[in-house]
């Protein structure tokens, strides 16, 4: 088993910039989680940092980076509730106007197809062009195709409907 003192000795030096890291990372996702969960990639990876090949910044940065995209993963097939849909919107006034976003977003993905409701969530995480492709296997154009498509399935509905 190796000594991992120096790795936490480091991480508790740095804990300041590794939260600042980790919050900015964390659309999506509750940064606090990520935090932790970063906390301890970085002491597991901590032969790999050398200070001579960057800085501290950008290599905490890209093991958050790691760490979102393997946490995407494990959300991805997960069912939309409430809940979930709530955590993933933006902290606003008042409840009223939550619950009438969870009411809007449940409306959209009722017709949406399981590739739709990927792009949807894609959208609501704030994955970039480079997680997209990583996490839910889908180029931004694809997704925004799907996005699309699913407006006007969603249009047609409410017309008819």
């Given amino acids: ?3 991992e003192s120096v790795a936490w000795c480091w991480v508790l030096e740095h804990h300041h910039m590794i939260e600042r890291v980790a919050t900015k990372c964390s659309k999506g ?20 940092y050398d200070p001579d090949r960057g800085t501290a910044v950008s290599w905490v ?10 946490m995407f993963r494990e959300t991805k097939n997960t069912v939309l509730t409430d809940e979930s849909i ?8 008042g ?3 939550k619950i009438e976003q969870v009411i809007r977003i449940k409306e959209i993905l009722s017709v949406a197809t399981p590739k739709q409701a990927e792009a949807c969530f894609s959208v609501l995480n704030g994955l970039s062009g480079r997680e997209l492709r990583e996490v839910i296997k ?11 498509k699913l407006g006007g399935s969603f249009h047609r509905k409410r017309r008819l409907g």
């Fill in 138 to 148: 889908m180029s931004p154009q694809c997704r925004n195709d799907h996005l699309y």
């Fill in 86 to 93: 709530l955590s993933l919107q933006p902290a606003t006034d």
């Fill in 61 to 70: 940065y890209w093991r958050a980076r790691k760490v979102r995209i393997y």
């Fill in 1 to 3: 088993m190796k000594d």
């Fill in 29 to 48: 996702l509750c940064a606090d989680d990520l935090c932790s969960r970063l906390l301890i990639e970085l002491v597991e990876s901590f032969d790999s």
């Fill in 95 to 97: 409840v009223p106007h």
